[in-house]
């Protein structure tokens, strides 16, 4: 009796579509194609190359386990430490601010869970990446590289000081909120490069697009937004 209910049981895992879509990366792929349709393209986001990059990256083994159904909806999602990927579109429209050209090299300050950079490994040369959080730096690292992703070097470190040994760099993306750009980075980007960040204004936050100009930064703000706040240096320096 016990063996044919075990049959019965396995005959009902294999056939059972409720129980296996967990498992199965067909399923993944068509919640990330109606992500990128309805959340991303529907929104104005039409770049052919980023909405490639958004249906190709499996979001969901970038959050953890518990969220894994939840992880192509239209909200961020807690990834640990206190931190969060953000929702899809934020990320696709960061990364169309950001206009990633093959031949770029990125620093992006913030790595979290690596998703922002992978998206972006796909689209650019280089990508640089730092993160603070220990913990979190030595997760995405592995998971990138057992993924694949062989243009990203990670490192765990304060991303104000930027990544002096790798450059000058083309675009930096700023996956944290703060209430200024540091020295380092300006330096540290090429004239004509670009910056894109969420600045803290008057308690509230912008997501801004700066253009380096003659050694000076121009900023657009593009939208409203809410990330987690840059730790580090730039968080010590409010508690003075």
């Not at 209910?5 to 059972?16: D, G, I, Q, S």
């Not at 990256?57 to 990834?79: C, G, Q, T």
């Not at 990446?129 to 765990?156: D, F, Q």
Request: aromatic fraction near 10%.
């Amino acid at each position: 009796m016990k063996k044919i209910l075990a049959f019965l049981f396995l005959l009902l895992f294999l056939f059972c579509p409720k129980m296996k879509k967990e498992n199965s990366e067909e399923y993944y792929k068509k919640l990330r194609e109606r992500m990128v349709k309805e959340q991303i393209e529907a929104r104005g986001i039409k770049d052919q190359r980023i909405l490639k990059a958004m249906k190709e990256v499996k979001r969901h083994l970038f959050v953890p386990e518990a969220y894994r159904e939840e992880s192509y909806n239209d909200y961020p999602l807690p990834i640990g430490e206190g931190q969060t990927i953000s929702q899809p579109f934020i990320v696709a429209f960061m990364t169309y601010l950001l206009e990633p050209e093959t031949t770029d090299k990125v620093l992006e300050i913030g790595t979290g869970s690596g998703y922002q950079a992978a998206i972006l490994s796909l689209l650019v040369k280089e990508v640089y990446t730092i993160e603070i959080i220990e913990k979190l730096a030595k997760e995405a690292e592995k998971r990138l590289k057992e993924l694949g992703y062989s243009n990203i070097k990670v490192k765990w470190g304060d991303g104000f000081e930027g990544w002096e040994e790798y450059a000058p760099f083309d675009k930096i993306i700023i996956t944290c909120a703060l209430p200024y750009i540091p020295q380092p980075l300006k330096e540290q980007l090429k004239e004509g490069g670009k910056i894109v960040a969420p600045m803290e204004r008057n308690g509230i936050q912008v997501l801004s697009l700066f253009t380096k100009k003659g050694g000076e930064l121009i900023e657009k703000v593009c939208d409203y937004v809410r990330f987690v706040p840059m730790r580090g240096k730039i968080e010590q320096e409010k508690e003075e």
